[in-house]
């Protein structure tokens, strides 16, 4: 399960992403969707990967108890301190310095298991997705937000870089840069949910997430309202073929029979 590139010295310009419209709008679309699969009463969720602890703190206002591991000292630092920033949330987060080859949870099983921006940082994603299956209780929720290999070539094409967008295409390209400059890999949900369904888990609905915005840069801002809109016009398509399959990212998620022998 190699990785193709470090995260540790991208991680201001994730932090700076996060912030923007069209950071807000990608974590905006993931929250909303854990929340309708998420039980109302809290529940235990390990976020893999969690970085500066964006989702985590989301999920933990929510009410869920949130365990949050990130192999980058550096990013764990960052979470920590939005979490000092939110006193109220203390109790409920758990921040651990570990990656997908290293979490330290053997025999500990978790409501929903949340890996978001991960997998298109490693070689391939068979090992990760049995990992992240095998930590979800019966019952329980895996969520994993990938790079979606169908979309390849299209943040370039409306970009205007139509020479790159061209030889992504035709070559049928499963990598390309990243927002944060960096090459990363992009996976099917088709692909992805049949891993997870190896394992065990139903797979559910998957979504398309940021389909309209995707080729704007992070200095796209926009009135609320107008931001509002954006996000109802997206949410609204990511359910949907063939918008969903031009998405930037896909969402997939996968659950646990209540009655499971793995």
Same mark, same amino acid.
């Given at each position: 399960?190699?990785?193709?590139?470090?995260? !540790?010295?991208?991680?201001?310009?994730?932090?700076?992403?996060?912030?923007?419209?069209?950071?807000?709008?990608?974590?905006?679309?993931?929250?909303?969707?854990?929340?309708?699969?998420? *039980?109302?009463?809290?529940?235990?969720?390990?976020?893999?990967?969690?970085?500066?602890?964006?989702?985590?703190?989301?999920?933990? /206002?929510?009410?869920?108890?949130?365990?949050?591991?990130?192999? @980058?000292?550096?990013?764990?630092?960052?979470?920590?301190?939005?979490?000092?920033?939110?006193?109220?949330?203390?109790?409920?987060?758990?921040?651990?310095?570990?990656?997908?080859? @290293? $979490?330290?949870?053997?025999?500990?099983?978790?409501?929903?298991?949340?890996?978001?921006?991960?997998?298109?940082? $490693?070689?391939?994603?068979?090992?990760?997705?049995?990992?992240?299956?095998? $930590?979800?209780?019966?019952?329980?929720?895996?969520?994993?937000? /990938?790079?979606?290999?169908?979309?390849?070539?299209?943040?370039?094409?409306?970009?205007?870089?139509?020479?790159?967008? +061209? +030889?992504?295409?035709?070559?049928?390209?499963?990598?390309?840069?990243?927002?944060?400059?960096?090459?990363?890999?992009?996976?099917?949900?088709? !692909?992805?949910? +049949?891993?997870?369904?190896?394992?065990?888990?139903?797979?559910? *609905?998957?979504?398309?997430?940021?389909?309209?915005?995707?080729?704007?840069?992070?200095?796209?801002?926009?009135?609320?309202?107008?931001?509002?809109?954006?996000?109802?016009?997206?949410?609204?398509?990511?359910?949907?073929?063939?918008?969903?399959?031009?998405?930037?990212?896909?969402?997939?998620?996968?659950?646990?029979?209540?009655?499971?022998?793995?």
């Amino acid at each position: 399960m190699g990785a193709l590139n470090g995260f !540790d010295t991208v991680g201001a310009a994730y932090a700076a992403h996060s912030d923007s419209a069209r950071g807000r709008l990608r974590h905006d679309l993931v929250e909303r969707r854990l929340l309708t699969e998420l *039980p109302a009463r809290p529940v235990t969720v390990l976020d893999v990967g969690c970085g500066n602890g964006e989702m985590t703190l989301r999920l933990a /206002a929510a009410g869920h108890r949130v365990t949050g591991a990130d192999p @980058s000292a550096r990013m764990l630092a960052a979470a920590a301190d939005r979490l000092a920033g939110r006193p109220e949330l203390a109790d409920r987060v758990r921040l651990v310095g570990a990656g997908l080859e @290293s $979490l330290p949870f053997e025999g500990e099983r978790f409501d929903a298991v949340c890996c978001h921006g991960v997998l298109m940082y $490693l070689d391939e994603p068979g090992e990760a997705v049995a990992r992240l299956a095998g $930590l979800v209780a019966p019952g329980g929720l895996l969520s994993v937000l /990938a790079k979606n290999r169908r979309s390849i070539g299209v943040r370039e094409a409306l970009a205007g870089d139509c020479t790159t967008a +061209r +030889r992504l295409i035709e070559s049928g390209a499963n990598r390309s840069a990243g927002n944060l400059g960096r090459e990363t890999r992009g996976d099917t949900a088709e !692909d992805l949910d +049949r891993l997870a369904a190896g394992h065990g888990l139903t797979p559910l *609905p998957w979504q398309g997430v940021r389909i309209f915005h995707d080729h704007l840069d992070d200095t796209w801002a926009s009135e609320p309202a107008a931001y509002a809109a954006a996000l109802e016009v997206e949410w609204a398509a990511s359910w949907r073929s063939p918008y969903r399959d031009m998405g930037h990212l896909v969402h997939t998620l996968a659950r646990r029979p209540e009655r499971s022998r793995s």
